[in-house]
């Protein structure tokens, strides 16, 4: 098992020079190829009416959105070219023998986020940016698009490019089904890591196997992984998680999405949210 096929979301905002860079790094990790991916909302076309009733033709409206839509296409594929470019990335249809990464970019018009999760079904790894406060781009709705319809592990990356991804992997276990098939998904990383620690903050545990029980069942994978337990306090469970990788100098975050329903976390809030609001490194989620 690994992670020879990213899709990447490329769209206009300003993380997407770190949602590139870690594509990378892991197509630098697994020899993957990068397909990258322009997906735009599903938005309905809304025929406005100008001052004093004046009428503005539909035709005229549709014809201009597409056209924005057209040339936001263009530039979003000039700038991923120029990425792969610039850091010495192939194209697909140039790749030499022995080349260890490649890149290519789905021409398709796409309009809909679901699309990522059902284009995303024949890939082993979906990249998308963490949405930001304040921000309509990156999308909440691309995120979760690709999380629940595509059955395949996401990678969300921070506000800022990393210098690395993968050394030091944490794995906030709290007990969960959803945390367990993220264990799974991720063994390519967790296999090529050279520290694997099993984070469980005890107040964010739900019935289940032990954080112990779990480095146990990978050490017979011929992972050598460890244990860390802590107390959330006063913190929410998901700072306790996001300090605690600080403090262990991790690169990537292993985490169950949602083991708790998004309504709840949306009314009272969860490790999940609090992650997807406040990540400032790669975390690979599943659901």
Same mark, same amino acid.
């Given at each position: 098992m690994t992670m020879r096929g990213i899709l990447v979301h490329v769209d206009e905002h300003q993380a997407l020079p770190s949602v590139l860079t870690c594509a990378l790094l892991v197509a630098r990790r697994f020899d993957s190829q990068i397909d990258g991916l322009h997906a735009r909302p599903g938005a309905p076309r809304i025929i406005p009416v100008a001052p004093e009733g004046a009428f503005i033709p539909a035709s005229e409206i549709v014809e201009d959105l597409e056209r924005a839509d057209?040339?936001?296409?263009?530039?979003?594929?000039?700038? +991923?070219?120029?990425?792969?470019?610039?850091?010495?990335? @192939?194209?697909?249809? &140039?790749?030499? @023998?022995?080349?260890?990464?490649? !890149?290519?970019?789905?021409?398709?018009?796409?309009?809909? #986020?679901? !699309?990522?999760?059902? /284009?995303? %079904?024949? #890939?082993?790894?979906? $990249?998308?940016a963490r949405p930001l406060h304040g921000a309509a781009v990156p999308s909440m709705s691309a995120l979760e698009a690709a999380l629940f319809e595509s059955g395949r592990p996401i990678l969300i990356a921070p506000p800022v490019p990393p210098?690395?991804?993968?050394?030091?992997?944490?794995?906030?276990?709290?007990? *969960?089904?959803?945390?367990?098939?993220?264990?799974?998904?991720?063994? @390519?990383?967790?296999?090529?890591?050279?520290?694997?620690?099993?984070? *469980?903050?005890?107040?964010?545990?739900?019935?289940? @196997? &032990?954080? &112990?029980?779990?480095?146990?069942? /990978?050490?017979?994978?011929?992972?050598? $992984?460890?244990?860390?337990?802590? %107390?959330?306090?006063?913190?929410?469970?998901?700072?306790?998680?996001?300090?605690?990788?600080?403090?262990?100098?991790?690169?990537?975050?292993?985490?169950? $999405? +949602?083991?708790?329903? %998004?309504? %709840?976390?949306?009314?009272?809030?969860?490790a999940t949210s609090h992650i997807l609001g406040a990540a400032e490194l790669p975390v690979i989620m599943a659901h």
């Amino acid at each position: 098992m690994t992670m020879r096929g990213i899709l990447v979301h490329v769209d206009e905002h300003q993380a997407l020079p770190s949602v590139l860079t870690c594509a990378l790094l892991v197509a630098r990790r697994f020899d993957s190829q990068i397909d990258g991916l322009h997906a735009r909302p599903g938005a309905p076309r809304i025929i406005p009416v100008a001052p004093e009733g004046a009428f503005i033709p539909a035709s005229e409206i549709v014809e201009d959105l597409e056209r924005a839509d057209r040339d936001l296409d263009r530039q979003l594929r000039e700038r +991923y070219d120029a990425f792969m470019r610039e850091h010495g990335v @192939p194209a697909v249809g &140039s790749v030499l @023998p022995g080349a260890e990464v490649a !890149a290519a970019w789905r021409d398709e018009t796409v309009t809909g #986020y679901e !699309a990522l999760g059902s /284009l995303g %079904r024949a #890939y082993d790894l979906i $990249a998308v940016a963490r949405p930001l406060h304040g921000a309509a781009v990156p999308s909440m709705s691309a995120l979760e698009a690709a999380l629940f319809e595509s059955g395949r592990p996401i990678l969300i990356a921070p506000p800022v490019p990393p210098d690395k991804l993968g050394d030091v992997v944490v794995i906030a276990w709290n007990g *969960s089904t959803e945390t367990a098939r993220t264990i799974a998904v991720a063994m @390519p990383f967790l296999a090529a890591a050279e520290t694997v620690v099993v984070l *469980s903050v005890e107040d964010g545990m739900v019935p289940g @196997p &032990s954080g &112990s029980e779990i480095a146990q069942g /990978l050490v017979r994978n011929g992972i050598a $992984a460890r244990t860390q337990q802590v %107390r959330a306090g006063e913190r929410a469970v998901g700072a306790a998680i996001l300090e605690q990788c600080a403090a262990l100098g991790a690169d990537l975050l292993l985490k169950g $999405a +949602y083991t708790h329903s %998004r309504l %709840r976390q949306m009314i009272f809030g969860g490790a999940t949210s609090h992650i997807l609001g406040a990540a400032e490194l790669p975390v690979i989620m599943a659901h």
